[in-house]
């Protein structure tokens, strides 16, 4: 069997459709930027190298464990200034609604990301994106809005697209100009979903700046049917929809994201368990966000019980935004979501790795260690994956595959 490389003396979680499944002992054969052979060493067949004879180059990965790379599904990695004297303003009492309310909040990174420009909005990305790689992320998503206008809202996308160019990564854009009412429509929220709906969503998707289109639902931003009329708007240019949902208050969010068939809900602190029903009817995925749940110090718990019992895929993500998550730790945040949420472990990496890639639409192509998927792995040293997920500041990563080069 050909190869371009091999990796051994690895155990492998495999992280499969059904969730289950580690190879001690095992081998991988990569190929063409993906994984061409996988299982027990002893059971490997003769690889020849791809290039013409002799045995391709063979990576000793010393007993660690190798899993799929991990795929960051929620962020807001592309956003200029930081909101720190908001953190010590709510630590002296004040909430995130009442900051919002008073203009801060995501108005003033809005402020700050409005007179940025590309490349300086690249540079301090890149500074984030940085330690996501080195936590073994080969796959991260990148929402706009803090734009909220059309300029600066392409301008994020544009940004979030050229770290693909510069990094090893792949990167999946979502359009969220629904985030917040820029203040030159202050009153009119009608009209600026209209201009969002008529106008940017469709110029989004013909300049293949967008992947996918999301909303923030709640009282602080936008109705359900102001982001029902987004949503419908984004399907009917061929996009796919996700909601930020139920984060702070249950406005049914989940129930509409599933209602338009969403890919995704994410939050649901607050998602009834209709909501959940709804999710497990339309195959949406629940993204659990812990970073923003412990850094607004919230306390009503996302239905965890509710959505094991409906079947509901749970993924995780880091939500890394200046504001509610300032959180560049996906292996953090696989820790708080079994500390906080009291998740498993195995329930954490899944929510890192093929749920997530569920998440994204990118089931298929990532987010397991099997035959045909793309050569996108982490190497850890760690004994046993639970590991991952137990450590705080570890950082365990040894080697990490993008497309089948280790880089
Ligand atoms: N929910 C969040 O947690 C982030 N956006 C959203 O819709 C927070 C964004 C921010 O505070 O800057
Ligand atoms: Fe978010």
């Known amino acids: 069997m050909k190869a371009d490389a091999i990796i051994e003396h690895c155990d492998v979680a495999v992280l499969s459709g059904d969730g ?24 490997a067949p003769r690889f020849t190298s791809s290039d013409g004879g ?28 930081d909101r720190a004297h908001e953190f010590e303003l709510r630590l002296q009492g004040a909430s995130y609604e009442d900051v919002a309310r008073a203009g801060g909040g995501i108005m003033s990174t809005v402020r700050a990301t409005r007179a940025a420009d590309e490349d300086t909005l690249a540079r301090s990305a890149a500074r984030r994106l940085a330690r996501l790689l080195a936590e073994g992320v080969t796959t991260v998503e990148v929402k706009s809005g803090y734009g909220l206008d059309a300029d600066t809202e392409l301008r994020m996308l544009r940004v979030a697209r050229r770290l693909e160019a510069t990094h090893p990564v792949r990167v999946v854009t979502t359009l969220l100009a629904a985030h917040a009412l820029p203040p030159e429509y202050a009153g009119r929220a009608d009209d600026y979903i209209a201009a969002v ?15 996918a289109v999301d909303a923030f639902c709640e009282g602080i931003a936008f109705t359900p049917a102001q982001c029902a009329r987004v949503l419908d ?53 629940a993204v ?30 880091t939500d890394c935004n200046p504001g509610s998550s300032p959180l560049t730790s996906p292996l953090l945040a696989m820790n708080m979501a079994c500390t906080l949420f009291r998740m498993t472990p195995a329930e954490a990496l899944a929510g890192f790795t093929a749920h997530a890639a569920r998440a994204l639409g990118l089931h298929r192509e990532i987010g397991s260690i099997e035959v045909g998927k793309r050569g996108d792995l982490a190497l850890w040293a760690v004994r046993r994956p639970a590991e991952l997920a137990y450590a705080m500041g570890a950082a365990p990563l040894v080697r990490r595959w993008f497309g089948g080069q280790a880089r």
Do not use: N
């Not at 391709?56 to 807001?76: E, F, K, M, R």
């Not at 709906?197 to 992947?211: F, I």
């Not at 019980?305 to 409906?310: S, V």
């Open 54 to 81: 002799g045995a391709p180059p063979a990576y000793d990965a010393a007993g660690g464990w190798l899993t799929p790379g991990l795929v960051d599904c929620h962020t807001h990695l592309v956003h200029a200034g």
């Open 233 to 285: 708007a984004a399907r009917a240019v061929g996009l796919p929809v996700k909601l930020h949902a139920d984060q702070l208050s249950d406005l049914g969010g989940a129930t509409l994201a599933a209602s338009r068939g969403a890919l995704s809900a994410d939050h649901l602190e607050w998602t009834s368990e209709a909501g959940v029903a709804a999710m497990a009817e339309r195959g949406t995925v």
């Open 288 to 317: 659990l966000l812990p970073g923003a749940f412990y850094f607004l110090r919230e306390t009503r718990l996302p239905p965890l019980d509710a959505l094991r019992r409906h079947r509901v895929p749970i993924a995780l993500a």
């Open 20 to 43: 289950a499944g580690e190879i001690r002992d095992a081998l991988v054969a990569l190929a063409d930027g993906r994984i061409a052979w996988v299982g027990p060493r002893t059971d």
């Open 197 to 211: 709906s008529d106008e940017w969503v469709p110029r989004a998707a013909r300049a293949g700046l967008a992947d």
